[in-house]
């Protein structure tokens, strides 16, 4: 292992996703931006994968005190209401900034002047925007033609291993890539957008890149991290083929019209939300069907059926021309027979803490998108994910830009930081474990203990089970290997907390489901507001009705 020459600019941005690429651009107009990227700029993150839409309060017949009050009531109130308020009140206008650099999103039929909005789970009205279903696609590319046409220079296919610090400051990153080859980026501010981490469940709709490597290098530098129990399960994830398991099945299919049915042939939304019905929040939405399941209510392949064929061809092949072709490949003519789909590991809601502009707890650092906590409390609302990443990518990057800038001369010197990540990467060389096999040990505990339904006895032995992990180390066969080495253990640390803080959570709320507690509390007045990770110790705040009505 070799350390590289040392790069400096004025501002860092770790993750070419949706929120990443949306924060470089805004920092380019301050000073020096560099882009760095797991895999291939635009590719890796899991904006490119999100079909359905994005929520903003484009019609006069809408308001965003609605769109305020849908979201706080869907994330189980445990939202911080001035995040939310940030992303109902400019969400609009970073939709318009995507519009004026060429993307193309459906508009309505009645008029081409105005854009289409379709119905999504948990809102009072359709609000959510589209291109098809293929949102995430259509401004992945807008975004990085953007980033091409602007003085930002990527780097690609490097991981990210240890923030740098001076002091309590963070001020870089150490690199690795494909090499094994350690690089130095020094920065006056670093945004961390580096996505989710759902890898650590078995059956995830995330890009395999979605190891939370960005999550733990934050909490290793001393960052504060929030409700990390947090975890959506998506509702309808792929079942079979094997091989296309969690794969996502965008909510845009329920809200054209599909219908959800048991193996009886019943709608059995009728009982679990006879109001919503398919459109109820995904936490209501995965719980009932995870419970058709366990009732022996589900398919041969441990399913449900979603079925769209009663719609017109003609709106299935106009507005789910990727759901049509997909599972046309797989044998399936959706315009004629359902799907079959199940549960899938798919956000984080939690993450770390950040201000309404975009500091973590630590000086130096910025944070948008899944990264960051507070914005979706306890469930997300569909459609709510692709605005925040313009929301808060957009005020993160403009927040690093204005930071002071610091003579090269007197920036940190790393030599001390590089020897001792060197010599953690040594270690691997000697390690005992597969990285593959240290992932499935995982993802197998955290599918078992950590799913939708929890107990206290199962979220113990988890811990005791990835704690007794660490006496296993990831073995590199080659310095080519060494980054996956890294993420495995990343992988096993996100794991950790997501299950420290089930355990700290004595309740149910939104998508942390404890069957083992009972309550006679609604989220509204629940008695707790965020866990809190820092170090080794979680805590949960204490909070009083009035303190939650402020």
Known sequence: MKAESILDCHVLVIGSGGAGTRAAIETAGYGSTILLSKTLTGKGGCTTMAEGGYNAVMNSQDCTEDHFTDTMRGGAFLNNPNLVRVLVDEAPERFKDLISWGAVFDTAETSECLVAQRPFGGQCFSRTCYAGDRTGHEMMATLVEKVRALDILQIQDRTAINLLLDGDRVCGIITLDREGNLGVIRADAVVLA?????????????????????????????????????????????????????RLITEAVRGEGGVLKNTSGERFMDRYDPVRKELSTRDVVARSIQTEILNGN??????????????????????????????????????????????????????????????????????????????????????????????????????????QEIPVKNRLDPKDQVKKTQKRLAAYLAGDTSPSEYKQLIKDVMWEKCGVFRNGADLREALTLLTDLQQCRPHALTLANLAECCSAENMRRLAWMMVLSALTRPESRGAHVRTDISQDWTAESSPYGHTHILGEECRIEAVTNAEKRS
């Not at 996505?195 to 960052?223: E, K, L, P, Y």
């Not at 409700?227 to 079942?239: K, L, N, W």
């Not at 797989?330 to 201000?355: C, N, Q």
């Open 298 to 403: 589900g398919t041969e392949n441990g399913g449900v059926h979603l079925d769209v064929s009663h719609l017109p061809d003609e709106v299935i092949e106009k507005r789910l021309p990727i759901m049509l072709e997909q599972f046309l490949i797989y044998g399936v003519d959706i315009r004629k027979e359902p799907m079959e789909v199940a549960p899938t590991a798919h956000h984080i809601m939690g993450g770390l803490a950040i201000s309404s502009q975009g500091a973590t707890t630590l000086p130096g650092l910025f944070a948008c998108g899944e990264i960051t906590g507070g914005v979706h409390g306890a469930n997300r609302l569909g459609g709510n994910s692709l605005a925040d990443t313009q929301v808060f990518g957009k005020r993160a990057g403009e927040s690093a830009g204005k930071t």
């Open 194 to 246: 580096s996505g989710g981490g759902t890898q650590v469940f078995d059956i995830s709709t995330n890009c395999a890149a979605a190891t939370g490597d960005g999550h733990v290098m934050a909490w290793r530098a001393g960052a504060e991290l929030i409700d990390m129990e947090m975890v959506q399960f998506h509702p309808t994830g792929a079942i079979t083929p094997k091989d296309t398991r969690g």
